[in-house]
Every structure is written in C-alpha cells, then in structure tokens.
C-alpha cells in the first residue's frame, strides 16, 4: 500500500514571493509522483509528473518539483508566485493500473 | 481536455433512494476511475475499470457499485443513498495504454447531496 503526507494543509504567501509546498510518500513499490492543481468548482488538471531520469521536473505554471528517493520527498517549488496561482494542490502517487493515491491538498493563498 | 462528460453535474436526493451518476469519455481510453472528494480527505479511490465489464474496488468502495458495459461509459451507483455520501464525485481517465505512469485526466465534477 502506499500514502502520501502533505505536511501544510494551508500555505499563505505574498504575491512574487517563492513558496515550497512538501509531500512525502511512503510505498512498498516503485511509484510514479505527480501534482496536480485544482481550481474552485473545476477538476484537477496535472502540474507536473515524475517518472523517471532526472530528479527536477519542470511544470506548467512556472512550477518545478524534485524528486528525493532517500527521503521520500517530491516537493513542489515555484520562484515567485502570482494571485492567479492561489488554488488547491495535490501530490499524488501511482502505481499499477493508474491508481492514484492523493494527499490531502494544501491550499495556497496568494495575497498582494 | 480529455473529453470527459459527467451528469448530472449537480443533484440533491433524498437518503434511501438510488442514485447514478455517470461518466462519458469521447477518447477511447481504457481506464477510468471514481473519485470522491471531502474536506481534508483529498480523492479518494471509490472504483476503477480497465476495460468493459473489468472494474474493481478502490479503498472507499462500500456503499457503491458501478458498471462498464461500453468502453465510453462508466457508471456509478449509490444503491441506497446516506448523508455520508454527500460529496463531490469525480471521474478519471488514464491516458495511455498501459495506465500506470500516466496522467490522470478529470472531469468537471459532480455535487450530490443527501438529504
């Protein structure tokens, strides 16, 4: 079975300021990571994935995530964040079948 | 987009009283999924399907049944609705062959409330 923790159920942050939102997973088999953002009243849409190769991945968004083996980690990172970027986000982890295993969301606020 | 339809998108029903919702995908994908979404419980896997009439449980499948006669549909069935169903329900799609490894495609959503 796998999980997957995301350590800030609430992030606040100034408009053009970085921000870092963590999860980590724990699996007893290798997984493919994944974020995904969601928008009020609309589906998730995908931010970026981690399959395999390097451990940086780049996003839509300006987003970007690194993928850390030993610590289960697959944080997602953007330099300078917009108002337009306030939204929910989730870490995702898969395994056979395209089953998805989600965190519980952090919700970023961007305030000017 | 990926093409997914779901209906009705919003519904109040009434406790005791069946409910399906149904998911219509344009693109031929193999496998589809449903989620439910609560406050502070993320998505969480009720079914899934990875092809016609092969559908299998997730870890929140109690209370719910669904069926796949056409790769286009994938119906969910409340048999016999409970407040604790209340939620927002979502359908998925794998893009890809294999499933495993890729993206996982949404649809709009749809609000059901048990009253």
């Known amino acids: 079975a796998q999980s997957v923790t995301q350590l800030d159920s609430q992030v606040p942050v100034f408009e053009e300021a970085p921000v870092e939102l963590r999860c980590n997973y724990s699996s007893s088999v290798s997984v493919y990571l994944f974020w995904y953002v969601q928008y009020p009243n609309q589906g998730l849409q995908l931010l970026l994935k981690y399959l395999s190769g390097s451990t940086l991945v780049k996003g839509i968004n300006g987003f970007e995530a690194e993928f850390n083996k030993s610590q289960t980690s697959f944080h997602l990172r953007k330099p300078s964040v917009h108002i337009s970027d306030t939204a929910e986000y989730f870490c995702?982890?898969?395994?056979?079948?395209?089953?998805?295993?989600f965190g519980d969301g952090t919700t970023l606020t961007v305030k000017p | 987009d990926a093409g997914i339809t779901q209906s009705p998108r919003h519904k109040v029903t009434e406790t005791g009283t069946p409910v399906t919702l149904r998911c219509h995908q344009t693109e031929n994908h193999r496998y589809m999924y449903w989620y439910r979404q609560d406050p502070g419980h993320g998505l969480r896997l009720i079914h899934y399907?990875?092809?016609?009439?092969?559908?299998d449980k997730g870890e929140v499948s109690d209370g719910y049944s669904v069926s796949r006669s056409k790769t286009e549909d994938f119906l969910l069935t409340l048999e016999s609705a409970t407040s604790s169903q209340t939620s927002v329900y979502f359908c998925a799609i794998a893009a890809g062959i294999q499933g495993s490894g890729n993206t996982i495609y949404f649809g709009e959503g749809s609000w059901l409330t048990v009253v």
């Open positions: 399907s990875y092809g016609v009439k092969d559908t």
């Open positions: 995702a982890v898969q395994t056979n079948a395209g089953k998805s295993t």
